[in-house]
């Protein structure tokens, strides 16, 4: 079945450092594959989505590349912010099913 | 527009009680899911459903039940509570057109003593 896989984290960053958080997905065919944010105490939003090879997805400073040649995509933004500090999951759904699979999440901690 | 509502947002069980989880959507959505998010955790699919009178298990279906009788509720049943249930549960909704997202509730905490 489709599965995800995005980097451990925590991720520890100083405000207006680059972020990169990778991800990873195994699928029949081509899914949708989306980033999802989880501020503290909160349930989760949608950060942005691709849904075809070759797609960007941007929202808030954020993007990530849809890359069918690599099965990637890497969550990237030039200069993070304190508030950008949340567990960030990388998502994606398609296949027989159609079931929206996560990935583990990765916590970003970025500090003043 | 309310989206995803969940009811209630904290609970406190005793071993052994039992529970329903309620969840409710307004976006006439088919799809809709269970997750359990545990401490520094990732999302657990628990159950799904691809309209009203289906559902199906996730990776973590043991210990709950859920019923889909109306496309606006998804309930999730806890029989026999056990402290391995304390989590953190998340309904969510979506279309059947699989590159739309997906709604979220804002989750019930679920402890277990």
């Known amino acids: 079945g489709n599965s995800v896989t995005q980097m451990e984290g925590p991720v520890t960053l100083s405000e207006e450092a680059f972020l990169t958080i990778n991800c990873t997905y195994t699928?029949?065919?081509?899914?949708?594959l989306f980033w999802y944010v989880q501020y503290p105490g909160e349930g989760l939003q949608l950060l942005l989505k691709?849904?075809?090879?070759?797609d960007k997805g941007s929202n808030k400073g954020f993007e990530a590349t849809y890359r069918k040649e690599t099965t990637s995509f890497h969550l990237e933004k030039g200069s993070v912010q304190v508030s950008d500090s949340a567990v960030y999951f990388c998502?994606?759904?398609?296949?027989?099913?159609?079931?929206?699979?996560f990935g583990t999440g990765t916590l970003l901690a970025v500090q003043p | 527009n309310a989206g995803v509502t969940q009811t209630p947002k904290f609970r406190i069980l005793k071993i052994g009680q039992s529970m329903t989880l309620q969840c409710a959507q307004d976006?006439?959505?088919?799809?809709m899911y269970w997750y359990r998010q545990d401490p520094g955790m990732g999302l657990k699919l628990i159950y799904y459903?691809?309209?009203?009178?289906?559902?199906d298990k996730g990776e973590v279906p043991n210990g709950y039940n859920v019923s889909r009788s109306t496309t606006e509720d998804f309930p999730l049943r806890l029989e026999l509570a056990a402290p391995s249930q304390t989590s953190v549960y998340f309904c969510?909704?979506?279309?059947?057109?699989?590159?739309?997202?997906?709604?979220f509730g804002q989750g019930t905490r679920l402890t277990v003593v």
């Open positions: 998502a994606s759904r398609g296949g027989a099913t159609n079931k929206l699979i």
């Open positions: 699928a029949t065919g081509y899914p949708s």
């Open positions: 691709a849904t075809k090879a070759d």
């Open positions: 976006m006439n959505h088919n799809y």
């Open positions: 459903s691809v309209g009203a009178g289906i559902t």
């Open positions: 969510a909704s979506t279309t059947d057109r699989g590159n739309t997202e997906a709604f």
